[in-house]
C-alpha cells in the first residue's frame, strides 16, 4: 500500500538523524488494522535536552517522502505535524521523550537500536481506567440533560449535535461492556467491535439523527441508556455522582414532558 511506502521513505530519513532514539507507529497501522485509507500516526522519540534542536528539523525529514500539498504545526498531546501529501497521504507526525510519553493505543516498533522502547510497549493498552469511564459516564448523562432544554428551545441544529456528544461518550461505555480491550477508539471501532445487537441499535438511532426526527433518536438513545444501565452502573467506580440527574431525566422523558 501506499502508506506503506510513505512510512518506509520517513524512516529512512529520520534514522539518520543523531537526534532520534527510537520510531514508531500507533493508530491504525500501529495496530496492524490499516487499509489503503488509514493515515499515519509516526512517533519520534528523542531525549528531553535534544526536543527543542529536533522541531525544526521536522519538516525536512516530512518532505523525504513527496511534495506536500498541506502541513501545520500544531501541538494537542506532543509537539505535532500534519501533513497531507500531493497523493492525499496524510502523515501525523508525533515528537515526544520517554517522560511525556503517553501509554494508550498498540506500538509497532520501527527502529529502536539502544532497545528504549521496550518498557514503554509493555505499558500499551486500550482499555479505559477507572477516571475514563467515570468521564464516561456522567458525559453520557450531560449531554442528555443538555439535549432535553436545547430540543425544547426549538434548536434543532446544535440538539442533533448534543445527542452525537452523549452517543460519542456512550458508545465508549459499551465498548467497556463488549469489548474493553477496545474501549479506547471509540465510535471509530464500533463496527469492528460490538456486536451485531448493540451495534444494530446505535445505527438505528442514527436513522432518526435529522432535523425532523431528533426527538425520536434521544428517546431511542434514553432507552438503549436504560436497557444497558445496570452493566454501566456495575463498572463506573463513582456513578452515584450523576444518578440524581440521570434519574430525573428518565421520569422527563417518560412523563413526556
Not at 509516526?42 to 523525504?64: I, T
Not at 461518550?169 to 477508539?185: D, G, M, N, T, V
Not at 451495534?199 to 442514527?206: E, G, M, Q
Amino acid at each position: 500500500m501506499i502508506i506503506d511506502e510513505a512510512v518506509e521513505k520517513l524512516v529512512a530519513s529520520l534514522e539518520k538523524d543523531e537526534l532520534v532514539q527510537a520510531l514508531f507507529l500507533k493508530g491504525s497501522m500501529g495496530r496492524n488494522e490499516h487499509d489503503e485509507y488509514s493515515d499515519i500516526d509516526l512517533y519520534c522519540l528523542v531525549n528531553k535536552e535534544d526536543m527543542e534542536e529536533f522541531l525544526p528539523r521536522r519538516l525536512g525529514h516530512v518532505r523525504a517522502y513527496k511534495e506536500l500539498l498541506y502541513y501545520d504545526d500544531i501541538y494537542i498531546i506532543a509537539p505535532q505535524i500534519i501533513a497531507v501529501y500531493d497523493n492525499l497521504v496524510h502523515l501525523d507526525l508525533f515528537t515526544v521523550t520517554e517522560e511525556s510519553y503517553t501509554a494508550k493505543d498498540m506500538v509497532k516498533v520501527l527502529y529502536d537500536p539502544q532497545g528504549k522502547l521496550t518498557a514503554l510497549i509493555h505499558q500499551q493498552s486500550l482499555a479505559l481506567d477507572e477516571p475514563e469511564l467515570q468521564d464516561a459516564w456522567e458525559d453520557t448523562v450531560w449531554f442528555l440533560y443538555q439535549y432535553y432544554f436545547s430540543s425544547k428551545r426549538g434548536n434543532d441544529v446544535w440538539s442533533i449535535q448534543l445527542l452525537n456528544h452523549s452517543i460519542a461518550h456512550f458508545s465508549k461505555l459499551l465498548l467497556h461492556i463488549y469489548c474493553p480491550e477496545r474501549a479506547q477508539l471509540g465510535m471509530k471501532t464500533l463496527e469492528r467491535s460490538l456486536p451485531a445487537e448493540p451495534l444494530n441499535k446505535l445505527k438505528h438511532i442514527y436513522r432518526y439523527l435529522n432535523v425532523e426526527n431528533h426527538p425520536q433518536a434521544a428517546k431511542l438513545l434514553m432507552n438503549f441508556v436504560e436497557c444497558e444501565e445496570a452493566a454501566v452502573l456495575g463498572v463506573v467506580p463513582e456513578s452515584e455522582v450523576s444518578l440524581p440527574l440521570w434519574r430525573v431525566m428518565k421520569e422527563k422523558w417518560k412523563g413526556g414532558k
